[in-house]
Each structure stands twice: as structure tokens, then as C-alpha cells.
């Protein structure tokens, strides 16, 4: 995989919107960063196209023209051409073109106002999203139990969610069923399970698909301080200084061990 202009602009795009991503990516091998860039990159795109319009049904379109070009690198032969989608038609199998359909089409609740629905329905907006999003990234560098990952994914997931209720909440959003401190601590003890169970399951996950969990370098922090502190969620505190922050990076990506 080169890293031709569409990969450089994809990265350049994740540099700027993405910044803890890109610094996972950067911390992959090589090759497997031409891999990660495109996917994150969508992910970047999606995520903003419902904040970018006030008009529901303008944001409904773009998430569509995203379904429709995964449909294409899906269905196949030919895919628009795109500075995203054309690297991401060579990284995605038809099956992970799918599974990102899914994502994509999960995303949809960011356009409304309406509340989760009830704990199933949270857990199947972070497993669809940022648990679809790990498996994807995961299994398009190498053999990967879909299980395990998704398990990382949802763990990571919540501690992200948890860094962005402030900005939810000033959009007038309502991200949590229940936002009092021992609904957000049992939310967050819950993801550490999970958490505890994907790695506990590490084995199930190859070397080489293990570097697109990178990604979830400061889960595990997040999440303990959520359940030590839980008005640390509104106040926006979340996450590691900027130095404990790269050293952690740099030490899984040494390690191998997520």
C-alpha cells in the first residue's frame, strides 16, 4: 500500500480533526497506517455531517451519499471517485464495506434531539458505532475475533462519549440515560468490563490487526476517572496531560499490549 495523495489527504484531514487518532495511526507500522488513515478519515466525515447543517434532511443526505459509496465499494466493480472513498475501496472487503454501512447508518441519532430510547438502545448506538468502527479497522489489517474487538470498541466508545457530553449538551442533545453520578459511575464501571474482557481475550486478536487498537490508548484512564470522579464528565476534565499522554501511547505501541 503506497501512500499516494488520496492516503496523504486523508491523513491531513485526521490531523486536523482528529488529532488522537492520528497520533494512534502514526503510532501503527507503516503499512498499516495507509490502512487506517481512509477509515478514520470516513469516520471523521460522518461524524461531522450531522452538525454541519441545521436542516435535518440536508444531513440525512449527506450520511446517505456515504451509504451509497460504501454500497458501491460493496456491490462493486466501479466507485466514485473521492479523495476518502477511492483509498477506502482498497482497504475494505466487501464484508467490512457492509459492516461500515452500519456505522454510517447508526450515526443517524446524531441529527435529532430525541434521547436514547433505553439502555439497549445506548449500547447499540456505541456498539455500532465506535465498536463497528474498531472491528472494521481492526480486521481490514489482519485476523481479528469480532467479538473481542467489539468489546474494546465499546469500552473505548464510552470513555469517548463521556469526553464529549459537554459539547452534546451545548448542542442540545441528551447523551445519557441517566447523568447523575452514579448513573454515570455504573455506565463506566460497566465499559470496564468489557474492557476487562477484550484484553483478557487478546490472544484472539493478531499481531498485526492489534495496531488499530492503538486507538484506544487512553481508555482505560478516562473510564477510572469517571468512576473515581464522576463530575469530572461535566466539567470536561477527562484524559491524561499532554505528556502521560504520548508516554502511554508510545509505551502500547511498544508493548504491543492494549
Not at 484531514?13 to 497520533?23: G, I, Q, T, V, Y
Not at 439502555?119 to 468502527?133: M, P, R, V
Not at 448542542?171 to 441517566?178: K, T
Not at 477484550?198 to 484512564?221: D, F, I, M, P
Amino acid at each position: 500500500m503506497q501512500f499516494d495523495d488520496d492516503v496523504k489527504a486523508c491523513a491531513a484531514l485526521l490531523h486536523r480533526a482528529d488529532p488522537d487518532r492520528f497520533m494512534a495511526a502514526m503510532a501503527a507500522p507503516v503499512a498499516a497506517r495507509a490502512v487506517l488513515f481512509p477509515i478514520y478519515a470516513l469516520n471523521v466525515e460522518v461524524a461531522r455531517a450531522p452538525w454541519v447543517t441545521q436542516e435535518p434532511m440536508i444531513a440525512e443526505m449527506r450520511l446517505q451519499w456515504w451509504r451509497d459509496a460504501l454500497q458501491e465499494i460493496s456491490e462493486g466493480p466501479s466507485v466514485r471517485r473521492h479523495e476518502v472513498v477511492t483509498p477506502l475501496s482498497r482497504v475494505l472487503s466487501p464484508h467490512l464495506a457492509a459492516m461500515l454501512d452500519e456505522y454510517v447508518a447508526v450515526r443517524r441519532w446524531d441529527i435529532y434531539r430525541d434521547p436514547f430510547e433505553d439502555d439497549a438502545h445506548f449500547d447499540a448506538y456505541i456498539n455500532h458505532s465506535a465498536g463497528t468502527l474498531m472491528v472494521v479497522s481492526a480486521q481490514a489489517l489482519g485476523p481479528a475475533d469480532e467479538d473481542v474487538v467489539r468489546d474494546f470498541g465499546y469500552a473505548m466508545g464510552v470513555a469517548n462519549w463521556f469526553r464529549a457530553i459537554p459539547d452534546l449538551e451545548a448542542r442540545g442533545r441528551i447523551p445519557l440515560l441517566d447523568g447523575t453520578p452514579e448513573g454515570v459511575q455504573r455506565l463506566a464501571e460497566k465499559a470496564v468490563e468489557r474492557l476487562n474482557r477484550a484484553r483478557s481475550n487478546r490472544r484472539s486478536v493478531s499481531g498485526k490487526a492489534s495496531a488499530a487498537l492503538h486507538a484506544g490508548w487512553q481508555t482505560e484512564l478516562v473510564l477510572k476517572q469517571v468512576i473515581k470522579r464522576p463530575e469530572r464528565v461535566a466539567a470536561g476534565s477527562l484524559g491524561p496531560g499532554e505528556i502521560r499522554r504520548r508516554l502511554s501511547l508510545m509505551t502500547q505501541a511498544a508493548t504491543g499490549r492494549w
